[in-house]
């Protein structure tokens, strides 16, 4: 059974009516809409298919290309761990694994409290300062697991 | 107003002081100088690539910038007590900024502002010499621009190493009356920052070379491609279009001169391959990222099926100082046939990371000892990898190779954009064979059958490998598979994958379990 969907329509149009004319007006219609909206509905897909004057699957297909186009609400918190190299050799892997304990979910996973979406992420150019992580699009350098605990529970309590 | 006796005061916007705590410090210091009744100015500058001293805070005395760091806002106080405000000795002083041996034995051409100026102040970057690249070029024919880039030797920055006059020759002589101009700024490697730093820390300097870039082409519109996960470069970049085209020196009528150039910012959506050149097109265009067969050549037929230019944001970013300073100048640094400057970037296991911008021709060891200061953890560097994600991983026999691309051609590496990353001994050469491989797995853009399966059968061996199935014969066809990644693939990301597998396999068999067998 497709779980009913609730996001604001009208603010998709505008979205779409704004940035149609653009030049490859897809992708920052896609940005929009998630910046609005957090996820890209399954909804959306018909109207900008509609708008641009390409197929359906045309935009599912962009949707499912990019990794940092969602489909589903993420939790309420968003952890994006590095996962490349530089972060790799200053401990990232221990992090990776730390994380996921703490919030008892893996990768592309959502605790079960709905709380944290844990993702991975491949290099936010902070390659010095590792092992890096973002909290709801904030940076945060040199995270070991205490340091990681406390933003956690920051996040928790606020 | 008083402000005359206003003394100034640096903390860095960029994001890698900006994670370090940048901006409490910042507010720190206004707190304390306000309870003080002390009169500053702070100004938030760039980052002066030091990053073990970020948060870098210098204050501007009489004999010159006086630096401090790495600062807490808990410093601050005492800072005060030692008397910031006239260079005074504290344990953070660490003297003056450009006598710090890192920063003082670089040669900054590319990156000559980035951590004096304020990023958004127009009348900073005019101080510095900024559009006067532009404003030379604006009084040349397109023919005339053209030659001086393909006389200063500049090779794109990216990884491909073309030359870069070559292939704006290439825009200029094709026939159409739309062309663009692209800056790839999907900065998607590993141990890469430069891209970040100059957008963050300088970014007039990459609209000033996609002007000019657009002048020698006969191009009127560029596309700045950056991805999403550097929301503080896309913010700065936008705001500082926005200065430009305000101040005359973007958009119609370019400083009066009939002209004209637009610009704007195009965020990805986490596609690694999207930093190819022909999928960051696809993608520019709406579409899914995936590579495009060349020919034909994007020159001639690229964005929108219009002639396009596409260099890589370091190669757009040297272009001021060329046309500032002439071909000459820029082509008297480096060796061989790799001319000019490279911002180095210093990542993974390092002690002293950060940015170094040198001519061509010094040793790794050089960047990873002198610069660099050894690796963070105190153990041996036991590997170096150098170019991203596709680059080969370097042992230390390799470390006296000068940087130069035939050089390190030479040796089945590349310099690449310059980004290395150091790992001490404690790293398992066969994971980051695995990696490798896995890596590529989840960012192939799936169009041709070498690099999507290719991949995934490599990360399939490679356990194999670890786990000791049959392990000779598991080698044979690891190798076997990465041949035909190198040769069947269309592009770099399944052609390139095998280098940093086959490297370590190479120069670290005993970790794969096979102590003493030399591979092919």
């Known amino acids: 059974m497709k779980r009913q969907q609730v996001f604001d329509v009208a603010a998709v149009r505008d979205i779409i009516a704004q940035r149609r004319d653009m030049a490859g007006a897809m992708l920052p219609i896609l940005h929009g809409i998630q910046e609005k909206i957090g996820y890209i509905p399954a909804d959306a897909v018909p109207m900008i298919a509609g708008e641009l004057n390409v197929s359906r699957a045309e935009v599912h297909g962009v949707i499912s290309f990019y990794h940092f186009f969602r489909q589903e609400p993420a939790g309420r918190h968003v952890v994006q761990v590095c996962r490349a190299e530089a972060c790799q050799a200053r401990g990232s892997e221990a992090l990776a694994e730390h994380a996921q304990n703490v919030l008892g979910c893996g990768f592309h996973e959502t605790s079960a409290d709905g709380q944290f979406t844990l993702e991975p992420v491949y290099c936010l150019g902070q390659c010095t300062i590792g092992p890096n992580l973002t909290l709801d699009d904030e940076l945060h350098a040199r995270v070991d697991a205490d340091k990681f605990k406390r933003l956690i529970q920051a996040k928790r309590e606020a | ?520």
Request: aromatic share 8%; proline share 5%; with cysteine.
């Open chain 2, 1 to 520: 107003m008083s402000t005359q006796d206003a003394v100034t005061i640096y903390v860095p916007r960029d994001s890698t002081a900006l994670a370090l705590g940048a901006n409490e410090v910042a507010a720190a210091i206004t707190a304390e100088a306000g309870k003080r009744g002390q009169s500053i100015k702070l100004v938030r500058n760039g980052s002066r690539g030091m990053f073990w001293l970020e948060p870098l805070v210098e204050v501007a005395t009489p004999a010159g910038r006086v630096a401090y760091g790495p600062v807490t806002p808990e410093d601050v106080p005492g800072l005060f007590d030692a008397g910031l405000l006239a260079g005074g000795r504290h344990t953070l002083h660490l003297g003056l900024t450009e006598e710090i041996g890192f920063l003082k034995n670089q040669e900054r051409l590319t990156f000559a502002r980035v951590g004096i100026i304020d990023p958004l102040s127009l009348e900073d970057y005019l101080a510095y010499e900024g559009f006067v690249g532009l404003k030379n070029a604006l009084v040349k024919t397109p023919e005339a621009i053209v030659e001086q880039m393909i006389a200063s030797g500049l090779r794109g920055r990216g990884g491909a190493a073309f030359p870069t006059g070559i292939k704006w020759q290439t825009v200029l002589r094709a026939q159409s009356a739309q062309k663009y101009v692209v800056c790839n700024a999907d900065e998607g490697d590993s141990g890469t920052f430069s891209d970040r730093m100059i957008m963050e820390d300088d970014p007039f300097t990459l609209i000033e070379g996609m002007t000019i870039a657009g002048l020698a082409v006969g191009a009127t519109a560029g596309f700045i491609y950056v991805r999403s996960e550097y929301p503080h470069a896309i913010a700065t970049m936008n705001e500082a279009i926005a200065i430009a085209n305000a101040r005359g020196y973007l958009g119609d009528n370019i400083l009066g001169s009939g002209k004209s150039f637009h610009l704007e910012v195009r965020k990805g959506a986490g596609a690694y391959i999207c930093g190819e050149e022909t999928a960051m097109l696809e993608s520019l265009e709406g579409k899914r990222g995936v590579v495009r067969a060349k020919p034909p050549l994007p020159a001639l037929e690229g964005l929108f099926g219009k002639p396009t230019v596409i260099n890589n944001l370091i190669s757009l970013a040297s272009v001021p100082v060329i046309l500032a300073r002439g071909a000459e100048f820029y082509k008297n640094y480096g060796v061989g046939r790799s001319h000019g400057t490279l911002p180095f970037q210093l990542a993974g296991n390092i002690k002293q990371g950060g940015l170094v911008e040198k001519a061509f021709g010094l040793t790794l060891r050089q960047l990873l000892e002198d610069f660099g200061g050894g690796s963070a953890t105190g153990r041996p560097i036991r590997a170096v990898q150098m170019g991203g994600p596709l680059g080969a991983y370097l042992p230390p026999s390799q470390f006296d190779t000068p940087l130069d691309y035939e050089a390190f051609a030479a040796i089945g590496a590349m310099i690449g954009h310059g980004g290395l990353v150091a790992f001490d001994d404690s790293v398992d050469m066969a994971r980051q064979a695995r990696y490798a491989m896995q890596f590529c797995a989840v960012e192939s853009c799936g169009k041709c059958t070498p690099c999507r399966i290719g991949s995934t059968r490599g990360v399939e061996v490679i356990d194999k490998i670890i786990a000791n199935e049959e392990r000779a014969q598991q080698i044979h066809l690891l190798k076997s598979l990465c041949d035909t990644m190198v040769n069947g693939s269309l592009c770099a990301m399944g052609g390139m994958t095998p280098f940093p597998v086959l490297s370590a396999l190479n120069h670290f068999p005993e970790d794969f379990g096979a102590p003493g067998e030399q591979a092919a």
